[in-house]
T-cell receptor
């Protein structure tokens, strides 16, 4: 089975802290994605990566950055956390050009910024 | 960024009832997808639709790709307690990028 593992299920951070959300996939997928999920807004794409060291901005990249030094790992970084970044964060991966039928999600990280 | 308009946002039904939800967009999509998110988990793909007018079933679930390519529908027949969750539609832009609807939260009274 494909496994997308997010390092933390729940995180509580303070305003201004630097926050790292980690995601690891075990299926050698080229594509990796970070989404944020908010009630009434659905899933919104923050960043995605289609190869090691490659990244593309999604629809809401402001306040976030990403790192992909290894194929299996995709990190989301909040340089200075703010309360409006309190949300559920979902990581996903897929093989290249197979997003439509082979996109797999992790279980999510619920981040609270106080 | 673009979003899809999904409705209803929530549904409260009795076990055994049928469920209908839909998704509309101002843009054309070449692929429509329906996902389900169980509590505490990430979304999982239920049905993928690739052609305008296509009607596809997966057990008690049936989804349709609208003829205009700007909408899609999901029906669940004879609902059971494990159908509880959040259902998302998604449209594929290009080869890699999915645009999601706001989700429909389904609650079932036994």
């Amino acid at each position: 089975d494909v496994k997308v593992t997010q390092s933390s299920r729940y995180l509580v951070k303070r305003t201004g802290e630097k926050v790292f959300l980690e995601c690891v996939q075990d299926m050698d997928h080229e594509n990796m994605f970070w989404y944020r999920q908010d009630p009434g807004l659905g899933l919104r794409l923050i960043y995605f990566s289609y190869d090691v060291k490659m990244k593309e901005k999604g629809d809401i990249p402001e306040g976030y950055s990403v790192s992909r030094e290894k194929k299996e790992r995709f990190s989301l970084i909040l340089e200075s956390a703010s309360t409006n970044q309190t949300s559920m964060y979902l990581c996903a991966s897929s093989p290249a050009d197979r997003v439509r039928e082979k996109l797999f999600f992790g279980s999510g990280t619920q981040l609270s910024v106080l | 960024g673009q979003q899809l308009n999904q409705s209803p946002q929530s549904m409260f039904i009795q076990e055994g009832e049928d469920v209908s939800m839909n998704c509309t967009s101002s843009s054309i999509f070449n692929t429509w997808l329906w996902y389900k998110q169980d509590p505490g988990e990430g979304p999982v793909l239920l049905i993928a639709l690739y052609k305008a007018g296509e009607l596809t079933s997966n057990g008690r679930l049936t989804a349709q790709f609208g003829i205009t390519r700007k909408d899609s529908f999901l029906n669940i027949s004879a609902s059971i307690p494990s159908d509880v969750g959040i259902y998302f539609c998604a449209g594929l832009q290009g080869a890699q990028k999915l645009v999601f609807g706001q989700g429909t939260r389904l609650t079932i009274n036994p």
